[in-house]
C-alpha cells in the first residue's frame, strides 16, 4: 500500500479514510481486519495479500502541497481528490450516492452492512462531531427480560447495565447487557423497581464469569432495547435501551421470536436413565459456570455426531476427576470395575509384556459412562480394531510455540493444503481445542504405519521448506522457539489424537472442532468453539468431517504426482 501511496502526483498530502478487509461477498469486516492488523511476520503478510482483500478506502483529502483544504466545501473536496487519486486495488476513493437517501439505505440493510453517512455537500471538515455529518445505522429491536444488573461505578448512580434474556422453554437464556439509553430519571425509576424484585440466585440458565457479583431479580420486567446485529455467540451487539414494556408478557420473550435457533440442551429427565452418573454439582470449569453435569450432557447430546470418529478404534482414557485444572491421569488399561456391557479390546503392547485391554467406545451409553468418569478429553487411534496396523488417516499436527499468533498457524495449514493438493489429496482441518490445528488426510485402510509416517514427513518437509521462518519440524522446544511445529510422528501405532467434538481440559471449556478450508485464515479464533456454542454451528453447517470417514484415498497415486513434481523440478 506504501508503494501505491507513492504514485499519488503529489509530494505532501493528507487522506482521510480507513483500511478495511472484505469477505466473500465484497461486504467490509472487522474481523477479518482483526486478523490482518495483528500480522507481525513477513511471510504470515504475505499469505495474508491474497487471502484477505483489502484496500485503503479513501473519504477525504485535508491538505495538499501546503494547501489547507479543510476550509472548503466538501463538493470541492471531492473534485481535488478524485483527480489527484490514482486508480487501484488498493487505494479506493469511497464513492458517493447523491440524493435517495432512503432507498440507498434500505439496501444497505439489505446487504446486512452497519449503515450510511449522510453529508451535507456544501460543509467545510471539522475535526470534531458536526450536525453537518450524520450517521444513519441499520439497526434492530427487541422485546427482552431483565434478569439482573451491575453495580454502578464512577458517578454512574443506580445501576451501572441490565443483564437481559430471551426464555426457551422455562428457562431464561443469558443475551446480554445493556448500559446505554438511561438519563437520571430512568436510572432512579427502574432501579427502585428492580428492588423490589431482587432474588439470591440468578434467573438465567447460565452466566458469564464476570457477571457474578451481579444483584438478580426476579424476570418479570421486559425492556425494549434496540440494536446492530447478534454476535457468533448470540450476544447483543451496541445495544440501547429504549423503554419498559409493560404490556408485554415476559413469556412471550422467546429465543425463537427473536430468530435466534433454540439450543437444546439435553434434560435432566434424558439422563436420569442412567444409575451411574454421580457428583453432577461438582466444579469442572468454575470460571465458565460449568459443571459435571454439563460435561456429561454435553457428551449425551453430541453422541450422534461423534461415535462415528471413536466407533472400532481403541482409545486411551485421560481423567480429570476436579475438573480441568485438577490433577489428571492417564488409562490404557480399561478398570476392572467397568461393567460387562463396555466393549473392550485386548491388544499386545509394544512396550509392555503383557496385553492391554483397550476401551472401544461404540454407544452413547459407553460415552455418557466415560464421561461421568471425568474423560474431558478423547483420544481414540487412527487405525480400527480390524485392521490395527493400518491407519485409515494421516496426521499432521501443527503445534506453535506459545508465543506464536495463532495466525501464523492458520497460514502455515493454507501451505500444508497446497502441498496435498499438489499431490491430489483431500485434506480436513480442525482445531486442536488447545492452540493448534489439525489436518486430517483420510485413506485406505492397508497402508503401514511406517508407511503413512514416512509419507507424512515428506508432505511436512514440502510444506515447511520455503516457509523455515514461521514454521519447522525440529522437535527440540529450544529450536522451534517463535515458529510452528509441524508433527508428523504423531502417525505412529498407539499413538493418539484428540478426536473431533471432543472437549478440552483448558480456560472456556473449548471443543476440537471441524472446519472448511474456507474458513482458515486471519480471522479465525479457536476460542469461538466451546461448549456453549457448537451445537449452533453443527446446526448451521453440518459435521464438516465427513469426509475423513468417507474420502477413502490411495497414496500410490499421491506417490507417482510426487516423483512427477521432482522430475519436474
Given amino acids: 500500500m506504501l508503494e501505491e501511496l507513492k504514485t499519488v502526483p503529489a509530494n505532501e498530502f493528507l487522506l482521510d479514510g480507513e483500511i478495511c478487509a472484505f469477505d466473500e461477498e465484497g461486504r467490509s469486516s472487522f474481523q477479518l481486519l482483526q486478523g490482518r492488523i495483528n500480522l507481525r511476520n513477513r511471510a504470515a503478510v504475505r499469505q495474508a495479500l491474497g487471502q484477505i482483500p483489502a484496500a485503503f478506502m479513501i473519504f477525504d483529502l485535508l491538505t495538499c502541497d501546503g494547501y489547507d483544504l479543510r476550509g472548503a466545501t466538501w463538493k470541492e473536496r471531492q473534485?481535488?481528490?478524485?483527480?489527484?487519486?490514482?486508480?487501484?486495488?488498493?487505494?479506493?476513493?469511497?464513492?458517493?450516492?447523491?440524493?435517495?437517501?432512503g432507498e440507498f439505505k434500505e439496501l444497505v440493510c439489505a446487504k446486512g452492512l452497519e449503515g450510511i453517512v449522510a453529508k451535507d455537500t456544501s460543509s467545510t471538515y471539522l475535526s470534531k462531531r458536526s450536525p453537518h455529518w450524520q450517521k444513519v445505522k441499520c439497526v434492530r429491536q427487541e422485546c427482552f427480560v431483565i434478569g439482573g444488573y451491575t453495580r454502578p461505578s464512577g458517578s454512574r448512580r443506580h445501576f451501572g447495565a441490565l443483564l437481559l434474556g430471551l426464555f426457551q422453554d422455562r428457562e431464561l437464556v443469558f443475551v446480554g447487557r445493556v448500559g446505554t439509553g438511561f438519563d437520571a430519571r430512568r436510572l432512579k425509576t427502574i432501579h427502585a423497581k428492580l428492588q423490589k424484585l431482587t432474588r439470591p440466585e440468578t434467573p438465567f440458565r447460565e452466566i458469564p464469569k464476570e457477571l457474578r457479583d451481579a444483584v438478580w431479580v426476579e424476570p418479570k420486567l421486559v425492556c425494549l432495547v434496540q440494536f446492530n446485529e447478534w454476535t457468533r455467540d448470540r450476544i447483543l451487539r451496541a445495544p440501547s435501551f429504549q423503554g419498559l414494556q409493560p404490556r408485554v408478557d415476559p413469556r412471550d420473550c422467546r429465543i425463537e421470536e427473536a430468530g435466534l435457533a433454540p439450543s437444546n440442551e439435553t434434560s435432566e429427565d434424558e439422563l436420569a436413565g442412567y444409575p451411574f452418573l454421580s457428583n453432577l454439582d461438582k466444579p469442572f470449569w468454575p470460571e465458565d459456570g460449568y459443571i459435571k453435569r454439563d460435561l456429561v450432557s454435553y457428551y449425551h447430546r453430541i453422541a450422534p455426531v461423534i461415535l462415528p470418529y471413536l466407533?472400532?478404534?481403541?482409545?486411551?482414557?485421560?481423567?480429570?476427576?476436579?475438573?480441568?485444572?485438577?490433577?489428571?491421569?492417564?488409562?490404557?488399561?480399561?478398570?476392572?470395575?467397568?461393567?460387562?456391557?463396555?466393549?473392550?479390546?485386548?491388544?499386545?503392547?509394544?512396550?509392555?509384556?503383557?496385553?492391554?485391554?483397550?476401551?472401544?467406545?461404540?454407544?452413547?451409553?459407553?460415552?455418557?459412562?466415560?464421561?461421568?468418569l471425568a474423560c474431558i478429553p478423547l483420544h481414540p487411534w487412527s487405525s480400527r480394531v480390524d485392521s490395527l496396523e493400518n491407519p485409515d488417516f494421516l496426521i499432521i499436527d501443527l503445534d506453535p510455540d506459545p508465543d506464536v499468533p495463532f495466525t501464523q498457524v492458520t497460514s502455515f495449514a493454507l501451505e500444508v493444503r497446497r502441498v496435498l493438493e499438489q499431490l491430489e489429496l483431500q485434506s480436513f482441518p480442525k482445531t486442536s481445542g488447545a492452540k493448534g490445528l489439525h489436518v486430517l488426510v483420510p485413506l485406505e485402510a492397508r497402508y503401514s504405519y511406517e508407511m503413512v509416517r514416512s509419507f507424512g514427513e515428506i508432505v511436512a518437509r514440502l510444506?515447511?521448506?520455503?516457509?523455515?521462518?514461521i514454521a519447522t519440524l525440529e522437535r527440540s522446544l529450544a529450536k522451534r522457539k517463535g515458529k510452528v511445529y509441524v508433527d508428523y510422528l504423531q502417525n505412529g501405532m498407539g499413538k493418539t489424537i484428540v478426536s473431533a467434538y471432543c472437549l478440552r481440559p483448558r480456560p472456556g471449556a473449548p471443543?476440537?472442532?471441524?472446519?472448511?478450508?474456507?474458513?482458515?485464515g486471519p480471522a479465525l479464533r479457536p476460542e469461538s468453539f466451546h461448549l456453549g456454542s457448537i451445537f449452533r454451528r453443527l446446526d448451521q453447517k453440518g459435521d464438516l468431517f465427513q469426509g475423513v470417514l468417507t474420502e477413502k484415498q490411495s497414496l500410490e497415486n499421491a506417490l507417482q504426482k510426487l516423483q512427477g513434481l521432482m522430475e519436474g523440478g
Fill in 311 to 372: 466407533r472400532d478404534r481403541p482409545m486411551n482414557l485421560e481423567r480429570y476427576p476436579d475438573g480441568y485444572a485438577g490433577k489428571s491421569f492417564y488409562q490404557k488399561d480399561a478398570p476392572d470395575f467397568f461393567p460387562e456391557w463396555i466393549r473392550t479390546e485386548i491388544v499386545q503392547s509394544e512396550s509392555k509384556e503383557r496385553p492391554v485391554r483397550y476401551v472401544v467406545c461404540d454407544t452413547r451409553d459407553t460415552l455418557v459412562y466415560l464421561a461421568n
Fill in 463 to 469: 510444506a515447511v521448506h520455503g516457509n523455515e521462518q
Fill in 511 to 520: 471443543v476440537s472442532a471441524p472446519l472448511a478450508w474456507s474458513e482458515v
Fill in 79 to 101: 473534485q481535488v481528490l478524485e483527480a489527484l487519486l490514482p486508480t487501484s486495488s488498493l487505494l479506493r476513493r469511497v464513492e458517493t450516492i447523491r440524493g435517495q437517501g
